[in-house]
């Protein structure tokens, strides 16, 4: 017994020792692939759909650096950031890595290179730069963008005698449809899914710029957000009239948005969807249920006096460098082959993602793709990518909590206000 | 005996144990030591300064977290219910009512399926406009947001999980049935015993071993293998509403880029595996002396 007493004490004298030492992730970690070697690390490289985009890169890359091999290892996407996190900690992490732009690489970007010296022969080639900037510089180049259009049903607005060319651009005008729609399609306003709180994302991004005068959008994506304005406010008292109006389908908060509540808009129970640009829940899918003539693109209607509506979208994902990699030179010049133009045409006819590079022709595309195309130049990023992700995390939370009542929208906004401005 | 053997001797045990305390100590206690000296630095900016109790001042402070540790309370409360459903069920097989070999087979398929599977079973029969909500709409009762309802998400995840690992509780039972004596059953049933007292007064005493060791893995499993149902079916939702600790950990680690937060949640984990052990251990130790 007495041996054990002391076994103890030594174990908790060793614990209270060792206490506040070391760091959890590691300060000095130094890894990647050797010299003459890089490590990429992605979760496409996998897809039959991006081998294409892969093997043009890498073609270009290997006439420009000869002696560097380059390995891609691709990680399963639900576990990528787990995966990476545990990787940068240990001191194995890639040379070159693909990023989701916004809050994941934000949060990340004390362990990456900044690439401004780098590439700025392709600024003006690509857009959507901003999703990937932090405090003034760049830590990854773009491959595709991502952003929120507002997709609508064509067919379903035919039935009802709606002018499926002019869908409507207030927003009383916009109920009022809905109202028709439902009664005489039987479909919904929106097809909605938060069960994973990312309706709400959706939501805040693709009807804020409807909702926002530019000024305060502006200021918003600047980083001064004022989360007492009525506008803000009006964002999220509109997230629950919605539901409580019956325009989402029901049940909004046991949906997952990937993929049923698209589902039900490719099944024509509901006439609008804020979708996604590029990968997934995009034009591409929507196109495979309903005629891609059928799929149309409209810009938010204008909920308040004096906003501009616009096309919200970002850098969706890009090639990063790692800060600790041997040669940032060669490892920068990989990013560059990786988001060259023919590198990046592949991405837009083989995996259906609007690339990030202007020249790229979409002609083949459909209607829906030449809309948001034609919106690039006059869009503005999109409202939630702005966020920190604790305050997404927080958000998707206090979203569900709105729709089934158990916080006001004053309460709600107060928190996410308290989480923005922590740090 | 020469002195270089004597020493051996004496240095022999220790040689022989070393292997198996080398493996404890690296493997065990030396990232157990590392996890909780995490817990006391900081996250991103402050990587590596020391916070004190910062981190630990903060899960108090944070909501979720505190749901997470609820639901632990919770998934005590329902420990009961998810012990008792196997052992009704196996009473019922053991008095072979019509059909028992077939219900044995039945009840222990779903042990098979991995948590993902069961999840996405569930995600489809549970979805709002899916099979069930269909039928109470039929039946006349309302529909049930199961999986969109913050009063009912934990308990649909909850049943979901008992529905998915008493098969093995079930035939841990019958087992514990075969060394009940026959002739105390038949003896009730001469004297013209109810069901209710039969289980009550024969068979509960009866096995009190065996539903003392099905309470302690049902706990652990509770515990420690929930992730996966969580993971699918609800991802800590609706409103955080199903959070529990271990999820919470995965979330500030791989999500919210805080491996020291996560570090201290994974010292609050461990502390309360401890305490739910060493209590579970007691009780093992005292039903072990009871014979």
Same mark, same amino acid.
């Given at each position: 017994? $007495?041996?054990?007493?002391?076994?103890?004490?030594?174990?908790?004298?060793?614990?209270?020792?060792?206490? &506040?030492?070391?760091?959890?992730?590691?300060? =000095?970690?130094?890894?990647?692939?050797?010299?003459? @070697?890089?490590?990429?690390?992605?979760?496409?490289?996998?897809?039959?759909?991006?081998?294409?985009?892969?093997?043009?890169?890498?073609?270009?890359?290997?006439?420009?650096?000869?002696?560097?091999?380059?390995?891609?290892?691709?990680?399963?996407?639900?576990?990528?950031?787990?995966?990476?996190?545990?990787?940068?900690?240990?001191?194995?992490?890639?040379?070159?890595?693909?990023?989701?732009?916004?809050?994941?690489?934000?949060?990340?970007? =004390?362990?990456?290179?900044?690439?401004?010296?780098?590439?700025?022969? =392709?600024?003006?080639?690509?857009?959507?730069?901003?999703?990937?900037?932090?405090?003034?510089?760049?830590?990854?180049?773009?491959?595709?963008?991502?952003?929120?259009?507002?997709?609508?049903?064509?067919?379903?607005?035919?039935?009802?005698?709606?002018?499926?060319?002019?869908?409507a651009t207030r927003w009383d005008e916009f109920v009022a449809d809905c109202r028709?729609?439902?009664?005489?399609?039987?479909?919904?306003?929106?097809?909605?899914?938060? $069960?994973?709180?990312?309706?709400?994302?959706?939501?805040?991004?693709?009807?804020?710029?409807?909702?926002?005068?530019?000024?305060?959008?502006?200021?918003?994506?600047?980083?001064?957000?004022?989360?007492?304005?009525?506008?803000?406010?009006?964002?999220?008292?509109l997230w629950k009239e919605v539901n409580d109006k019956g325009l989402n389908n029901?049940?909004?908060?046991?949906?997952?948005?990937?993929?049923?509540?698209?589902?039900?808009?490719?099944?024509?129970?509901?006439?609008?969807?804020?979708?996604?640009?590029?990968?997934?829940?995009?034009?591409?899918?929507?196109?495979?249920?309903?005629?891609?003539?059928?799929?149309?693109?409209?810009?938010?209607?204008?909920?308040?006096?004096?906003?501009?509506?616009?096309?919200?979208?970002?850098?969706?994902?890009?090639?990063?460098?790692? $800060?600790?990699? @041997?040669?940032?030179?060669?490892?920068?010049?990989?990013?560059?082959?990786?988001?060259?133009?023919?590198?990046? $045409?592949?991405?837009?006819?083989?995996?259906?993602?609007?690339?990030?590079?202007?020249?790229?022709?979409?002609?083949?595309?459909?209607?829906?793709?030449?809309?948001?195309?034609?919106?690039?130049?006059?869009?503005?990023?999109?409202?939630?990518?702005?966020?920190?992700?604790?305050?997404?995390?927080?958000?998707?939370?206090?979203?569900?909590?709105?729709?089934?009542?158990? %916080?006001?929208?004053?309460?709600?906004?107060?928190?996410?206000?308290?989480?923005?401005?922590?740090? | 005996?020469?002195?270089?053997?004597?020493?051996?001797?004496?240095?022999?045990?220790?040689?022989?144990?070393?292997?198996?305390?080398?493996?404890?100590?690296?493997?065990?206690?030396?990232?157990?030591?590392?996890?909780?000296?995490?817990?006391?630095?900081?996250? *991103?900016?402050?990587?590596?300064?020391?916070?004190?109790?910062?981190?630990?001042?903060?899960?108090?402070?944070?909501?979720?977290?505190?749901?997470?540790?609820?639901? %632990?309370?919770?998934?005590?409360?329902?420990?009961?219910?998810?012990?008792?459903?196997?052992?009704?069920?196996?009473?019922?097989?053991?008095?072979?009512?019509?059909?028992?070999?077939?219900?044995?087979?039945?009840?222990?398929?779903?042990?098979?399926?991995?948590? %993902?599977?069961?999840?996405?079973?569930?995600?489809?029969?549970?979805?709002?406009? &899916?099979?069930?909500?269909?039928?109470?709409?039929?039946?006349?009762?309302?529909?049930?947001?199961?999986?969109?309802?913050?009063?009912?998400?934990?308990?649909?995840?909850?049943?979901?999980?008992?529905?998915?690992?008493? *098969? /093995?509780?079930?035939?841990?039972?019958?087992?514990?049935?075969?060394?009940?004596?026959?002739?105390?059953?038949?003896?009730?049933?001469?004297?013209?015993?109810?069901?209710?007292? /039969?289980?009550?007064?024969?068979?509960?005493?009866?096995?009190?071993?065996?539903?003392?060791?099905?309470?302690?893995?049902?706990?652990?499993?509770?515990?420690?293998?929930?992730?996966?149902?969580?993971?699918?079916?609800?991802?800590?939702?609706?409103?955080?509403?199903?959070?529990?600790?271990?999820?919470?950990?995965?979330?500030?680690?791989?999500? /919210?880029?805080?491996?020291?937060?996560?570090?201290?949640?994974?010292?609050?984990?461990?502390?309360?595996?401890?305490?739910?052990?060493?209590?579970?251990?007691?009780?093992?130790?005292?039903?072990?002396?009871?014979?």
């Amino acid at each position: 017994m $007495k041996q054990r007493t002391l076994w103890s004490v030594t174990l908790v004298a060793g614990l209270v020792v060792l206490a &506040g030492c070391g760091s959890a992730s590691d300060p =000095d970690a130094a890894a990647g692939g050797s010299k003459g @070697k890089l490590v990429v690390w992605d979760w496409k490289s996998g897809d039959a759909t991006a081998s294409s985009d892969i093997k043009k890169a890498k073609a270009d890359f290997a006439q420009r650096h000869p002696g560097v091999t380059v390995e891609f290892v691709a990680q399963p996407f639900d576990q990528y950031y787990t995966l990476l996190g545990a990787a940068i900690q240990a001191g194995k992490g890639p040379d070159v890595m693909l990023f989701n732009g916004g809050g994941q690489i934000r949060d990340r970007a =004390d362990s990456l290179l900044p690439l401004d010296e780098y590439v700025r022969d =392709d600024r003006k080639r690509l857009a959507g730069w901003d999703a990937f900037t932090k405090d003034g510089r760049t830590y990854a180049a773009p491959v595709t963008l991502q952003g929120h259009p507002i997709y609508y049903n064509k067919s379903l607005y035919r039935k009802a005698g709606l002018d499926p060319e002019q869908p409507a651009t207030r927003w009383d005008e916009f109920v009022a449809d809905c109202r028709t729609l439902t009664k005489t399609t039987g479909a919904r306003c929106f097809a909605q899914g938060n $069960k994973e709180g990312i309706g709400i994302q959706f939501f805040l991004s693709g009807l804020g710029s409807g909702v926002l005068s530019p000024t305060e959008y502006d200021d918003w994506i600047a980083g001064r957000r004022d989360w007492s304005s009525p506008a803000v406010k009006r964002v999220f008292s509109l997230w629950k009239e919605v539901n409580d109006k019956g325009l989402n389908n029901d049940g909004a908060n046991s949906t997952a948005m990937f993929n049923d509540a698209f589902a039900v808009f490719q099944s024509n129970k509901a006439a609008h969807v804020i979708g996604l640009m590029s990968d997934t829940g995009h034009w591409k899918d929507f196109a495979e249920f309903l005629d891609a003539d059928d799929v149309g693109v409209m810009k938010s209607p204008v909920v308040m006096a004096g906003a501009m509506p616009s096309l919200p979208y970002d850098g969706g994902i890009g090639y990063a460098v790692a $800060k600790w990699t @041997k040669d940032p030179e060669v490892a920068a010049d990989l990013v560059r082959s990786l988001t060259s133009t023919g590198a990046l $045409k592949s991405f837009f006819a083989d995996a259906g993602a609007i690339a990030a590079d202007r020249t790229v022709d979409v002609s083949s595309g459909g209607p829906a793709v030449a809309t948001i195309v034609s919106e690039i130049d006059r869009g503005k990023p999109a409202l939630h990518v702005a966020l920190p992700s604790r305050t997404v995390e927080l958000m998707g939370r206090l979203s569900q909590q709105l729709l089934s009542g158990s %916080v006001t929208v004053d309460a709600a906004v107060k928190q996410l206000a308290a989480s923005d401005q922590a740090g | 005996m020469s002195p270089v053997g004597r020493r051996a001797e004496r240095l022999a045990p220790y040689v022989l144990v070393a292997p198996a305390v080398l493996i404890i100590v690296l493997l065990r206690l030396w990232p157990l030591g590392l996890g909780v000296s995490f817990s006391f630095t900081g996250d *991103g900016d402050r990587n590596g300064a020391t916070v004190g109790l910062g981190n630990y001042a903060e899960l108090i402070g944070d909501p979720l977290f505190r749901t997470a540790l609820r639901n %632990v309370g919770w998934l005590v409360v329902l420990l009961p219910v998810a012990v008792a459903i196997p052992g009704l069920l196996a009473t019922f097989i053991h008095l072979r009512v019509p059909g028992h070999s077939f219900f044995r087979s039945v009840y222990f398929f779903p042990a098979v399926l991995s948590p %993902v599977i069961v999840g996405a079973i569930f995600n489809l029969l549970l979805a709002f406009d &899916g099979p069930l909500n269909t039928v109470l709409g039929g039946s006349g009762a309302g529909p049930v947001d199961w999986l969109g309802d913050p009063d009912v998400a934990i308990f649909t995840v909850v049943g979901a999980h008992i529905w998915a690992t008493s *098969g /093995m509780a079930l035939v841990v039972f019958l087992a514990g049935f075969a060394t009940l004596d026959s002739a105390l059953l038949d003896a009730a049933r001469v004297d013209g015993a109810s069901l209710a007292r /039969m289980i009550w007064h024969v068979i509960i005493p009866g096995l009190s071993r065996t539903i003392q060791f099905v309470v302690v893995t049902t706990m652990i499993g509770m515990l420690t293998s929930m992730f996966g149902l969580l993971y699918v079916m609800t991802s800590g939702g609706p409103e955080g509403s199903t959070y529990l600790p271990e999820y919470y950990i995965w979330v500030q680690q791989g999500q /919210m880029s805080r491996p020291a937060l996560a570090s201290a949640a994974s010292t609050v984990l461990f502390l309360v595996m401890l305490v739910v052990g060493l209590l579970q251990v007691g009780l093992l130790r005292r039903a072990g002396r009871e014979d």
